[in-house]
């Protein structure tokens, strides 16, 4: 089993009727025809793969890991299918998304109050589990949204943490009729079903107006 290379693991030998392993490890099948002459395939119940014979007597097959599945070799004779008796149940490990924690948040802040709000300091700490590529502060009202890059890194870089200052003056702030919500979202580096954002809860800002 070799594992897709993002994630610098090392290639595994496994001997089990049941393993989990991450999505898109590539998984190499070997074994000795009990009889020769037959059409070998590597079949998870829909999908045929043929094994070949690796001149040495015995026949490889390679499948590429998506979803979990059960895989069986199974002798084709025309339009006739026999399993082997047993499958291996191979797990797929996907990808999470990154998680971010947001210092105090959920919370709510009424700008313009009893107790005059000029800053908010937003501090994060971003995590995934093999990798960040970019860290946004993100703010939302009503039908608006705008996007501030906080970091940018080198999707090897597991942890993140930083901090900004949203004003109150904030041009984005000040033209905004509705409440706005300010949260920090992270993306992955994961290059098989593609990157992921992760978002943390939300600070919601309430203008005085509202």
Request: proline fraction near 8%; charged fraction near 30%.
């Amino acid at each position: 089993a070799r594992p897709p290379e993002y994630l610098h693991m090392d290639e595994v030998q496994v001997f089990a009727r049941r393993i989990e392993l991450p999505r898109g490890t590539l998984l190499t099948v070997r074994g000795r025809p009990t009889h020769g002459g037959r059409r070998l395939f590597l079949s998870d119940g829909t999908t045929e793969v043929p094994c070949v014979d690796d001149g040495t007597g015995r026949v490889v097959a390679r499948w590429s890991l998506a979803e979990s599945i059960d895989l069986r070799v199974v002798s084709r004779f025309g339009d006739v299918v026999i399993p082997e008796a047993e499958a291996v149940h191979v797990v797929s490990i996907p990808d999470r998304a990154p998680e971010v924690k947001l210092d105090g948040a959920p919370m709510r802040v009424a700008l313009g109050g009893e107790v005059e709000v000029s800053d908010i300091p937003v501090r994060y700490e971003a995590t995934d589990d093999h990798g960040l590529r970019e860290v946004h502060l993100v703010l939302r009202s009503g039908p608006r949204e705008e996007r501030r890059v906080l970091a940018k890194l080198d999707g090897e870089t597991r942890t993140d943490r930083g901090g900004y200052v949203l004003r109150a003056t904030d041009a984005f702030v000040k033209k905004s009729h509705a409440p706005i919500e300010v949260t920090v979202e992270a993306k992955d580096n994961d290059p098989i079903t593609g990157p992921k954002w992760g978002a943390s809860a939300s600070i919601t800002l309430v203008p005085p107006h509202i």
